[in-house]
């Protein structure tokens, strides 16, 4: 992205407007990872029952799949946290990539 100054006159902390540079892709590439990062998140509670599952199954192994139950019901309320973060910055990222396309096609 390139913007011009329409007066030539920079801002309080030196730069001008012809000085910002947005590289879409990359802002696009990190949006879609963090899409990919949600996804993961949300599936992870039937994994968790499997490993728990797994665990208990082949090794009778009681106790550790317990702890397998426990450390997923732990996580639960921090996995809904870290979703919830992640569709904040996911939204950002869209309104940088939309904010700059508008001022993109205004100059």
């Known amino acids: 992205m390139r913007v011009d100054s329409l007066d030539g006159e920079t801002g309080g902390n030196g730069m001008s407007a012809q000085d910002v540079i ?9 949006r879609s990872s963090i ?5 993961e998140l949300e599936d992870a509670p039937e994994r968790s029952a499997d ?3 797994a665990i208990d199954l082949p090794y009778d192994m009681a106790e550790l ?8 019901g732990a ?7 870290l979703i919830a973060t992640l569709e904040d ?6 309104d940088v990539i939309d904010s700059y396309i508008g001022l993109d096609r205004w100059f």
Do not use: M, V
Request: aromatic share 10%; proline share 3%.
């Open 89 to 94: 910055i996911s939204t950002y990222i869209s």
């Open 65 to 72: 799949s317990a702890a397998a139950a426990d450390f997923c």
């Open 75 to 81: 996580w639960e309320p921090k996995r809904e946290d």
């Open 35 to 39: 899409r990919t990062a949600i996804g």
């Open 51 to 53: 490993i728990a599952g």
């Open 22 to 30: 947005i590289d879409y892709d990359l802002l696009d590439g990190i």
